[in-house]
């Protein structure tokens, strides 16, 4: 195994600690006391006090929840054809290939979902958590990437090299690398399993149009109880 792939414990528990990068991210507030927003406006020289000051900020986070939504979306169709059970176990699966779906333009649309949703959120932070919330995020990810293919070069061999050197692993290609199959997707289980990322989405567009942070937490909060009580009911039902 590559030397920067993850270990089985950051597999296992992926989702708490890139929650715990979000959170690092947010923190880093206390140090750097200029929000990223606020970077970005002194930067193309709007004055805080203008009214333009608000309609910016509200349209950089309109953007950012536009990303969050585009990674709700970009999970609901992988989990579709890969399934919720699957995305949201803390075992690792490598006894089969899903090459349908977004997977016919990325082997990895989950984890460029991941992406696409740090960078959304992490308009929010400070300059500093805004960098620290991606990067961290990318470096991770990619991590978790390296050590699903060293499995699933082990069990599948030259199917996963023909598909290895078929489809990016990351950024898409703009039109797909492979036929579709006959699986089907199952669209319920899977929009019920990215419910918490839709939620997220919901939370900073309704911050984008109130300008109030209380409410968009509260809605946060929301989608991580979404999250735990979905992943139990599919773990029940698995």
Do not use: C
Request: aromatic share 16%.
């Amino acid at each position: 195994m590559p030397a920067v792939a993850a270990t089985k414990f950051e597999f296992e528990r992926r989702f708490w600690i890139i929650s715990a990068i979000y959170v690092a991210g947010f923190t880093l507030s206390a140090l750097d006391h200029v929000g990223f927003i606020t970077w970005l406006r002194q930067f193309v020289g709007i004055p805080g006090s203008s009214a333009q000051a608000a309609t910016f900020a509200r349209t950089l986070i309109v953007i950012g929840a536009a990303l969050v939504f585009a990674a709700a979306a970009l999970r609901t169709w992988g989990a579709a054809y890969l399934r919720t059970s699957i995305v949201h176990d803390t075992n690792q699966h490598s006894e089969a290939i899903v090459a349908d779906g977004p997977f016919r333009y990325t082997r990895n649309p989950l984890y460029l979902a991941s992406l696409l949703m740090a960078t959304g959120i992490g308009v929010l932070a400070s300059r500093t958590g805004f960098v620290f919330i991606v990067l961290a995020n990318w470096i991770f990810v990619y991590r978790l990437i390296f050590r699903e293919e060293e499995a699933l070069l082990g069990s599948q061999g030259d199917r996963y090299r023909s598909y290895y050197k078929s489809v990016p692993r990351f950024w898409p290609s703009l039109r797909a690398r492979l036929r579709p199959s006959d699986r089907s997707p199952q669209w319920a289980q899977a929009f019920a399993g990215e419910t918490f990322v839709w939620l997220f989405g919901v939370a900073e567009l309704a911050i984008a149009i109130t300008l109030r942070v209380r409410l968009g937490l509260l809605l946060f909060g929301a989608g991580f109880l979404a999250h735990f009580t979905i992943t139990r009911w599919t773990q029940r039902r698995g």
